[in-house]
Nanobody, 128 residues
Framework: QLQASGGGFMYPGGSLRLSCATS????????IGWFRQAPGKGRAFVAA????????FFADSVKGRTTVSRDDGRSTAYLQMNGLRSEDSAVYYC???????????????????????WGQGTLVTVSS
């Protein structure tokens, strides 16, 4: 299971820190991805971190203002995003993949079909 949390109402320019708590699978062996879905749009890749934590990947829209991290001891991953914009409003999902490795390409990390488990999502609303 994965459970994303930390969403809510935020102001433009603010920051968010989402958590993805997991259980039921060997977290340290899984890559973690973050996706988001805005109203009326499809699910889009946001960021990902390899199982070892040695590699991270970001969508162009969030690059430079986003970090992704993991705490294997807590089986939890985190997404930190700064400089929030209205277009960041969406339901944010975390997902876990056993297929993605350190030699997988950045493009592969963006592929939602390569993730085995998905959380229920947390809503982020950015508005003034």
């Amino acid at each position: 299971q994965l459970q994303a949390s930390g969403g809510g109402f935020m102001y433009p320019g603010g920051s968010l820190r989402l958590s993805c708590a997991t259980s039921g699978f060997p977290f340290s062996s899984y890559a973690i991805g973050w996706f988001r879905q805005a109203p009326g749009k499809g699910r889009a890749f946001v960021a990902a971190i390899s199982w070892s934590g040695s590699k991270t990947f970001f969508a162009d829209s969030v690059k430079g203002r986003t970090t992704v991290s993991r705490d294997d001891g807590r089986s939890t991953a985190y997404l930190q995003m700064n400089g929030l914009r209205s277009e960041d409003s969406a339901v944010y999902y975390c997902a876990a993949s056993s297929d993605l490795t350190a030699i997988s390409t950045g493009y592969q990390y963006t592929r939602s079909e390569l993730y085995d488990y998905w959380g229920q999502g947390t809503l982020v609303t950015v508005s003034s």
